[in-house]
């Protein structure tokens, strides 16, 4: 039976983890570098080329803050930009203005802003991270 590549999901702050622990111990060699960032992050499926990939952007994950580094995982910008720039807009003002504002509503504006922006590869999906995304961005 072939053995199955498990993914682990790295936060900021564990990139940053992995760059102290290769800056704290610059003779450590890659692998004992893996097997000491998997303990100490409790990430047992962590693999070398991962750490060697974080460590390829060291400057980057070392100079992070801890308020930024805290939980982000992806760095993944919209598809649509202005698709979301528009939503986010609208959505603002109807904000402002005590509006109910429903999924369907969401949805039906969503869809008219994507035709309007002449975009036909754009799929509306309803999940709870969009929803807490939008209601974090109003809520700063």
Known sequence: MAAVNTRVQLSDADRKVICELAWDDKDLSQDKLTALAATTLKKPGL????????????????????????????????????????????????????ALITDSLVTEKAKALAEKLDITDFQFSTNRRQQQSITSYFMQ
Do not use: C, M, Y
């Not at 994950?61 to 528009?86: F, M, Q, Y």
């Open 47 to 98: 693999k070398r080329p991962t750490v060697t990939g974080i460590l390829s952007k060291r400057d980057k994950w070392l100079n992070i803050s801890d308020s930024a580094a805290s939980s982000k995982v992806k760095h993944r910008g919209p598809k649509h930009a202005n698709l979301e720039t528009a939503l986010i807009e609208w959505f603002g003002q109807l904000r402002a203005k005590n």
